[in-house]
C-alpha cells in the first residue's frame, strides 16, 4: 500500500533505519543535554556518519551517534566533494570522543 502524497512511510523497504528509530535517538539526546549538558556521556565513544550530496542542491549530512544517543543532525550544500571532505574532517575534529566515520556508501547524492 502506498502511502498519501506528502504523507512518507516510516520506513521504505530499502531502508536500514526508521524515522522512528532516529527520532527516539534524538529525543534521548536532547533529554540527556538538559541534565548533562552538550558533552556525550563519559566513556562514551562516538561514530560519525557522513552522506556526501552531489555539488547543486543536494545536501550534505553529518550526524554523531553515541550508542543510543544522536546528536543534532548537521547539514550544507552548494560546495564540491572535496570542500565536502575538509568540511567533514573539521566536524570530526571537533568532537574528541568520535572514534571513527561512517560513509554513505551508495554514491554521491543517493539519500
Not at 8 to 25: C, D, M, T, V
Not at 56 to 79: H, K, L, M, P
Not at 81 to 100: N, S
Amino acid at each position: 500500500m502506498r502511502a498519501p502524497l506528502g504523507e512518507y512511510p516510516s520506513q521504505g523497504s530499502n531502508q536500514l533505519i526508521s524515522r522512528e528509530w532516529i527520532s527516539r535517538a534524538r529525543s534521548r539526546w536532547d533529554a540527556y543535554v538538559s541534565k548533562h549538558g552538550d558533552s556525550p556521556p563519559i566513556a562514551s565513544s562516538g561514530v560519525m556518519g557522513l552522506d556526501v550530496g552531489e555539488f547543486g542542491s543536494d545536501a550534505n549530512a553529518v550526524c554523531f551517534r553515541y550508542g543510543e544517543y544522536v546528536e543534532r543532525n548537521i547539514t550544507w550544500q552548494g560546495v564540491d566533494t572535496i570542500a565536502t571532505a575538509e568540511r567533514a574532517v573539521v566536524e570530526f575534529k571537533t568532537r574528541k570522543t568520535i572514534c571513527g566515520i561512517k560513509v554513505d556508501a551508495t554514491g554521491i547524492g543517493n539519500f
